[in-house]
């Protein structure tokens, strides 16, 4: 999907004469488009570095200032997800489960950094690029490539817009220089007026609605307030901190997501009642033997998934980090 990527507020390299700098593009980029437009793309996603790719077409609405609609489709075109936003209400559908997940949409700009201070720890972090990055659903587009200051690994292409700033290309790379996920816009329409009924849902009858609990941002020591002693790791990776925290009740007890962040990747710590499952990572897995005692491991979309108990909590760290580095850090969580 088109996202604005609230976390590439990168530092650049020197632009060449005629190209603009690539922190100006970007910047641009994370704005919210000023007019509508609909998209067709087309999405990959494989889970692991050895994982089958899973290949799925999209098509995406969207009018300002926050309403969309977005269809994913599989090889044969039969829908396999919805999502639906008016602004105030999200809607997912999945039409296989005859489910539907009802909430309030996610603030994506709940930090703990202000814009300064993001921009001084990607700067720490990540070097961008810019160069001309030819066409991308028949329009010229600048390419950015952000590279890791550690060992120069690639970590995400972007291709934007030249004239409306929309990412209409992206790639993103795991730790391990495995591609992780692809997104391509094939079809773009721009300032059409989209309409208004496509970004409101009714259940299909049969559809069992869930409502979504919504996540309750709080600082560290406001955590403890809902019951939950917070154990963070003592040990992140080069480039890692805290960024944000949120307690989602589940059943009778509290799960609290953890975020960490070095500008770009991004690990997430549940820390969970000891029957929550929160569903992540294939039912294959692996048994780990960690110094704190035994997990186990799994592949997912997002990345790894490394599971284990102690002190009478489950814990989940998902992430594209190498599975030695996630080991690490679980055995760091007292």
Known sequence: MINRLLWLTLAVWPARAGQPEALDVLRQSLDAPDAPYSAELEVERREGPHGDARRLRMKTRFSPPGSYRREFLDASGKAVRLLVQDGKTEWIYDPAKR?????????????????????????????VAISTGGRVAGRPVWLLELRSRR????????????????????EAYRSDGSLAEALRVTKLGLGKAQDSGLFRFSPPAGTVVVRREEPDYL????AKSSGVEPRLPSWLPSGFVFESLDVMRRGRGHVIHYRFSDGVQVVSLFQC??????GLGKRRHERVKLATG???????????????????????LVGSLAEKTLERMAESVK
């Open 294 to 316: 035994k997990g186990t491991l799994a592949r997912a979309a997002e990345g790894n998934v490394l599971s284990w108990s102690a002190a009478g909590w489950r814990f989940i």
């Open 219 to 222: 600082a560290l020591d406001e």
């Open 99 to 127: 489910k539907a997940w009802q909430g309030e949409p996610c603030d994506p700009l709940y930090k703990r950094f202000g814009p300064d201070e993001e921009v001084d720890r990607l700067d720490e972090n990540y070097d």
């Open 273 to 278: 009642p000891p029957r929550v499952r929160l």
């Open 151 to 170: 060992g120069s690994a690639l970590a995400r292409r972007l291709w934007v817009d030249r004239e409306n700033f929309l990412v209409l290309r992206s």
